[in-house]
């Protein structure tokens, strides 16, 4: 590699991006951030041959980012992003994919759940960077086990999410008070995980997977603010692919009387 591979390239300086920030620093790395506004194709020119491109914007914005990424990164990129399918990174080349499991609010110290998962070509290094701020991760080893990981964090998130618009509370209250209502949600968020991805998912493996994220942090609140635009999503999906999902619907109606 030239001089510039211990660079890394950050579009989006957040939170979760200021973390994989520090680690990345701690190894010696120059960290060059793209924030809004700024002209993504100034900063390809003067770092043409970055280690790492990590997009750390929000799941909204990823599609426009990827669209815009010069040619010359578009073989290095490292996404994070909630609600993240294969066919997200269609645009890039070959990319390092995190699953993130620790939460970081702003004047706080990183919280872990459980470890992260991480896959392909850089997943050394973001392995190594994540060591440096104490954050466990749990590198993968092939495209099968990255398709689990993912639809399990889509699974969490969105199960969490959806049920707590009706129920409220933490994780541990969600299962404990609520288990029949909840896991009536998370099987839809399966079936739906299976016709985003054309895949056949292992269901009882996905909800036990989700359960050990549970016990993880059991006072894990349920209900962030993104909860109603997932709501609006994941519907938006499932009449795009003619799937009728009748608890999720309830909640739609719910939230529309309110």
Known sequence: MSDNSKEIILIGVG???GVLAKGFLRLGYTIHPVTRGMRIEEKAAQVPDPALVIVAVGE???PAVLADLPDNWRSRIGLLQNELLPDDWRETVNP???SIWFEKKP???PKVIIPSPVFGPQSALMEE????VNIPTKVLTDEAQLLFELVTKNL???TTNL????????VAELWKNHQSFAESVAREVIQLQQVLTGQSLDTEALIDAMLEAFEGDPQHKCMGRSAPARLERALAHARQHGLALPQLLKLEQTLASA
Do not use: P, R, W
């Not at 960077?129 to 440096?132: G, P, Y």
């Open 15 to 17: 939170e979760i991006g």
């Open 60 to 62: 909204a914005d990823l």
């Open 96 to 98: 390092t994919v995190i």
């Open 107 to 109: 004047g706080m110290d």
């Open 129 to 132: 960077a994540l060591q440096q």
């Open 156 to 158: 969490y998130i969105l």
């Open 163 to 170: 049920a707590g618009l009706k129920t409220g509370g933490n």
